[in-house]
Every structure is written in structure tokens, then in C-alpha cells.
């Protein structure tokens, strides 16, 4: 009966454990997902592992690519218009569009900067994932296809007030290098002059809903079916004068398109369907483990827990073993104690039959003795085992129970002429089951002990009257015995591999969600996990807009490694004084470096928060002096401060950037246009802000800012320090 309770409890505790862990499992496997699914957004796929490495300095040179930009046109007015959650609709839905027709046209999304969509044709690990019948049409050509297929696609977007939505689209072909900038809150761009000259390629067309490409897209389109060019010329700031091309569709109906079918935009998502996989086959594939044998290969600055082993003479244990074996103890913590309780129960059951037997008959009192003995030691361990179970003396004790049983049984073999040889062999059984599934021990502990229980017991055989039936009985414990060891080799192997994994896991999520924190402020980090379009409106938020001046003149004669060098050492400086200054850094757009004053504090000091700022922008000003010293260059930097209400969040789940609408984005952005190299010029209302609690700063009167579109004129102010 005892057997039977036992095998029942343990049988009911694995099925539950194997539940449990499966639900553990898939919520660790959801998280890991969830994280790398939005470190997806923000990264591509061929630099984000190493990045979350830890690796802040990536270089790969590209060749040549086609760079495609795209401008939503009277995009100020929009913002001034639509409220956050409108605007959040808005974009999400032209940016998904967007994302589609560059997966089904054979482009990368490179990134989202406010009314920018830029995109890229040819990047050597992107060209290796698409079709095979897309890498038959040139990048120049699919870049082209892309800018049609984004007019046509407006065509069916109203803005709020009635019009059309017009979007304005640059191309241009030529060489370029795929990197990482940033320290604190690396960001992935492409670096080189084709990327300028792409965005000159937009910025200087003058009607929108127009495609204009360059002398070096137009030489590498190749087939031309389908498409009319028209020819002119256009003065490009730090360009000079360059040939372009207006790109059409060809009105003539004979002649037969390249253009690809993107009649699947008619739904608004694509369709994925996955074959089903084995258990814990999406976890391996996360955490890019190729077979199940490599969870327990010890990994760069990481502690496995090593395979599980029937006969291991190793008595020292690791911390790492013994997290696992405290993890396994409190899991099988009930399944022991009502084991326990069993056993005392079967125990004190013998405990008196042995007794009446002696008061009745002349049974031996050494039995007895020791079934009182076995009986108060368990009751004891019963006792402390929830308290004592995690220290390693308690499995000493509960070897030392299990070898007590063991003698009773033997001295009744040996002591008692009228014994049920069966009826021993049963105890034996049950005291292998009590040994495998209620003291808490390793399979190594478990299979020495058995062996220490089996031994005499064999060694018995050959004194006993009975040789046959003890012969017999004596298979009978060594095929239990087995059994049970298996079960528990089986048992703890895979507790092993869920415990490698749950920890690689966790580490993983850790290593995952630091570097989400980086990228992404905490509040539009939890949205972006619970996949909420949520914006906010923040008021009296000051705006730093830095750009690097001689930067196009000094990058000319440069190779886009050598850019990509300069610009991460730069940019790596800026953003650890984000972070000594508690700004934040929004983003980076070439060599563009913009920051706001917002933090995500519950107690704002605005006025702090503005000063704060002005720190910030003397401090770039320093460390571009520092660079020029290092690297013998002539840049300098013109920065702008503006101070106002901002629209900030992470919109959608397709827009790979935290970002920031609104007019006085705009106007920030034009203090900085409107300055001067080597100085800071803020606006009247920053200058307000700053004077009603830090009147230490000079200021000179630079101009008057106007910004037609949305009917705002400011003044603007160089800002200097006094000398008290």
C-alpha cells in the first residue's frame, strides 16, 4: 500500500512539474520574442546581435547600393493639425504600407525620421534573403519600382482637411558603408556622400508626387520598359550643379512594365505560416542553440550546468549546482513532504506490528528498537524538511534513514526464522522508491546508494535457505531498482536542460531589455511590449538640433568607413553626456544629432531641464573641438535650442524609431539652420525659460526666425556665459 500511495503522489508531482514547466517555458519564450521583436524594429537583423553584444562600433562595407528617401510633403501642417492619437493612426498606416512594398519589392527599411522614409536596395545580407526572381532586377530598378508603388499606394490616403496626401521621393546609387553609431543608444545608419545625395535628390524637388534620381541610379537601371526619364539640372546644397532624372511610367500601353504585383496591400498584414515545431525549438532557435547537447556547453562568461550522471564520484558542488539543486528541492517540495509522511505512516505501521509480535511472541527487541529508531528519524526529517531541505546535511541524514531501513531489513532476514522472504523483498522495493523520488538527491547520490542498499542484499542470497525465491525476489528489486534510477536520470536530465535554458533565457531577456532601455525611453518601451499606439503631448520641452558644419566638404574624400569611424567616436562622447546631463538623445540623422530635454520624470523641473540642455550643447561644442585636435579636421558645430510643445512616442509597431512631431520641432530645427558655426542659438522662449531661474547668461540678438507654413516668427539668440 505505501508503494502504491508513493508511486501515485510521485506520478501526480511529474505530470504537474511537467506542466508547469511547459507554461514556464512559453511565457520565457514569449519574452524573449516580445523583446527581440521590438530590438527588430530598431535594428536589422544582421547587425542587432551584436549590438546586444555589447559591440558599439560596426563597419561593413556595402558596395554599391540604391538609397531611396521619401518626404511627406506639408508634413508641418499635418502635425499642426492632427492630435497625437490621430497623427499615431496616420503614420502607422502610410509607414505599414511603406514596410509592405519593401518586402514585396525587394527593399530594406532603413528608418523613419519624422516625415522621412528611408529605404535601400542592394545591402549584400538583405539581397541574400529576398527571391530569387527579385535579384534578377537591378537594385536601381526595384528602388525605382518602390518610389512608384509608394504614389500609387498614397492615392488612397486623405489628410484631415479634405486634400491628398503628396509625398516627395529621392534616389540615388553609388557606395556606402552599413554601421552603428552611438554609445548609449546605438543607432544602425548608413554612412557615405550617397546617402546626401539621395536626400538632395528629395529636398530639391520642386512638385510633389514626383520621382527624381541621379546620373549614377538612371546608369544603373538597366531595363528601361516601362518608364519615361526627363533630364535637368538642379543646384544641390554642398553639391554644386548635378544632372537628375524625373522618373514616370511610360504612357505608352504596348510597352509591357516591369512593375510588380502589390495587389496583397489589400489586406493590411501578410500572412505568415509557419510549419509547427517540436517543443522548445522556437526557445533553441532564440537563443541560437543548434542542438539540445549544446545547453549544457559552457558559453562565453556564462556558468552551464553540466549533463546529468548516473555514477559521479564528484562531492563538490558549484554555485551554480547548487541554485539548481535548492530550484529542484523547492519544485519537488510537497511530492518529498507527503512522502515522508507516508513513510512514517508505513513505518509506525511495522513499528507496532513488530511490537505486538514482541509482547505477544518472542519476537527480537533489536527489531523493534531499530523500527523506533527509523520511525523518529523520519518523523524528525518530516518535520524539518521544509526548513532544512536546501542544506546539503539533510541529504546526509536522509542517506543515513535510508541505509537504517535498509539494516531492519536485513536483520529481520537474518534474525527471524519465520519471515515472509516476499514480504522483505517488498520493503526493499519500497525503500529504492522512497531513496529515488522523496529525499531530494542527485541520480549520482541515488544510484550509490541503491548500489550500497543492493549489495548486502545480494551478498544475503547466499546464506539463505530459500536460494531460489531469494535469487528471484532479488531480480525483482534489481529491475525496480533500475527502473527508478532511469526515471530519475530521466527526470533530472530534463530538469537540467530547463534550468540552462530558463537561465540563458533570463539572461538573455536581461541583455535584451538593457538595451531596449537605451534605444527607447521606458514609457514607450512598455507600449511598444503591450503593443500600444500611444503619443504624448509634452509642453514647455526644450529641443537641441546640432549639425556638424564642413561635415559634407570633410566626408568627400573620405571612405565611408573612415565616417563611420569619426562619426561613432563623435557621437559615442555625445551620448555619454546624455547621460551625465540626464537628457535624452532622440536621434541621430547623419551627422544631424538631435536631443530632448524630457526625461520621463515624475517631478519636472523645466526650467532645469532647459539649463541642463545649454550644458549639453557647450559640452558638444568642447568635444568637437577635441576631435579636430585628434583627427587634424576643421569641423565645427551649429547648434539650436528651442523650447515648446513636442508629440513624442513610438508610433505603431512599425516604426523603427522613437521620434518627435510638431511645430516646434520645426522651429528648433530652424535655430539651428539659423546659426552660426561654433555658437548656440535658442529661441525667445527658451531664453525665457533659462532667465526665470539662471540669469547667468549673456545674450546677443541674432535674428528673427519665421517659419511660413504653420505662421510662427521668433526671435533667436546667441547665448554666452557671464563671467561671474
Known sequence: MAISATSTVVGYALEYSRREEHKLAKIKESEIQKAQGILSFLLPSFVK?????????????????????????????ICAEYTPLELTCFLDSLFQKFDQLCEVIGLTKIETVGKTYMACAGLKDSEAEIEDHLKLVSHSRRAVELGMAMINTISSFKLKNGKDLKVKIGINSGPVTAGVVGYHKPQFSLVGDTVNTASRMCSTIQKCNTIQISESTYQLIGDTQGLEFTQKTVEAKGKGTLTTYLVSESSYNEIET???????????????????????????????????????????????LPQAKILNCNCTETPKQKQFRIQKIEKNHSMMFIGLI???VAYGVLFLISLLKLLLTENSLEVVILRGIVLGFIGVLAFIQKRASKFRLYAALMILVVVLMLVVSLMYIIIEEDRENDLVALEVMYI??????????????ISWTALLIFVPWVVLTFFNSDFDL?????????????INICAVYSRERRLRIYFNLADMAQKEIQKTNELLKQMVPPRALENMKQEKAITDKLKNVTLLYADIVGFTAWSSDKSPKEVVEMLSHMFREFDKSCVDLNVYKVHTIGDCYVVMSYVESQHRDEALECFNMVKMAQRML?????????????LNMRIG??????IAGIIGTHIVRYDIYGPDVLIANKMESGGEPGKINVSDKTKELLESKFPFFNYELNKQVEVKCINRVHNSYFLSVTKS
Open 49 to 77: 546581435k551584436r549590438v546586444k553584444d555589447g559591440k558599439r562600433y560596426i563597419a561593413e562595407d556595402q558596395g554599391v547600393v540604391t538609397v531611396l528617401f521619401c518626404d511627406i510633403c506639408d508634413f508641418d501642417a
Open 258 to 304: 516591369l512593375k510588380l504585383d502589390t495587389s496583397f496591400l489589400q489586406s493590411s498584414r501578410i500572412e505568415e505560416k509557419s510549419p509547427s515545431r517540436p517543443r522548445n525549438s522556437i526557445m533553441l532557435e532564440q537563443l541560437e542553440i543548434r542542438q539540445t547537447r549544446d545547453i549544457f556547453k559552457k558559453r562565453r562568461n556564462t556558468e552551464t
Open 342 to 344: 507516508i513513510a512514517a
Open 432 to 445: 529504492i522508491l522512497t531513496l529515488a523520488h522523496t529525499t531530494g538527491l542527485s541520480v549520482a547520490h
Open 470 to 482: 531469494h535469487l528471484a525476489n532479488s531480480l525483482f528489486v534489481v529491475g525496480f531498482s533500475v
Open 622 to 634: 568642447e568635444i568637437i573641438r577635441k576631435v579636430n585636435e585628434e583627427c587634424g579636421s576643421e
Open 641 to 646: 535650442l528651442h523650447t515648446g510643445k513636442v
